[in-house]
């Protein structure tokens, strides 16, 4: 068992939590019972995720994409009403952490979707708007497009979307960025490696990919970051000797 506080200070001062400037509150974003027993993982606080985590005895979930985006309409109604009032019912906290979670050097999701799919890590770019999220490596040995293709759906179970290079080179180095990504493959370009992997495309990603001559392959932003919540849930739970559980609500996209 562990306080809410402490669970909450640990997971901060791990994850440097306030050094980010993010699209969202990182950290305790609703507060339940002050004491925890068991941890729910999860990449989404869906209304589907809540619910299985409370009927498998969550008293605190931990996710990747929590709630209050900047941006989103502040009104507690409609189906952002239904998600807090049943975790306010419950007395179930939540802890979202979103780009902490993502950067952490070795329990975000870019490290922790490298070392699922077999890649040589050389580390993250430390430069430009991308520091920290953007990684960069290679594969053991030079593969064809189809060849990766192939390794990312045996690993990941979907198959991911091949958007072709100018010429149809093997790759042999790559980069990488978990989630919505895909705006930085023309800095992945100026790395001069060979492929760019991401979790989604948009219609121009594949002219860029063309005329930057660097494969794009998307293997979808819920795929992508599945990995770093569990990798986080089990470390916690490791050192304040709790249960944790990882419940997978799949998503195409």
Known sequence: MVELKQLHDYCNQLLAAETFRDYCPNGLQVEGKSQIK?????????????????ARGA???LVHHGYFWKGENAAITGAKK?????????????????????????????????RELGFEVQGAVTQGDARGLLWQGSLPQAQT????????????????LHLAAGTQRPIKTLAWCSGAAQGYIEQAAQLGVDAYVSGEVSEQTYHLARELD???FAIGHHASE???VQA????????????WEFVDVPNPV
Do not use: C, W
């Open 38 to 54: 068991k941890i729910i993982a999860g990449v989404t606080a869906s209304q589907q995720f809540l619910e299985l985590a409370i």
């Open 59 to 61: 008293d605190a979930v």
């Open 226 to 228: 599945s990995f770093g």
């Open 82 to 114: 239904r998600r807090l009032q049943v975790l306010l019912q419950h007395d179930v906290s939540m802890l979202a952490y979103h780009l902490p979670l993502d950067a952490h050097s070795e329990l975000g999701n870019n490290i922790t979707l490298a």
């Open 214 to 216: 660097i494969h794009y």
């Open 145 to 160: 497009p189809q060849q990766f293709a192939q390794h990312i759906q045996l690993t990941l179970q979907r198959t991911p």
């Open 232 to 243: 986080l849930a089990r470390h916690l739970a490791q050192t304040f000797a709790i249960d």
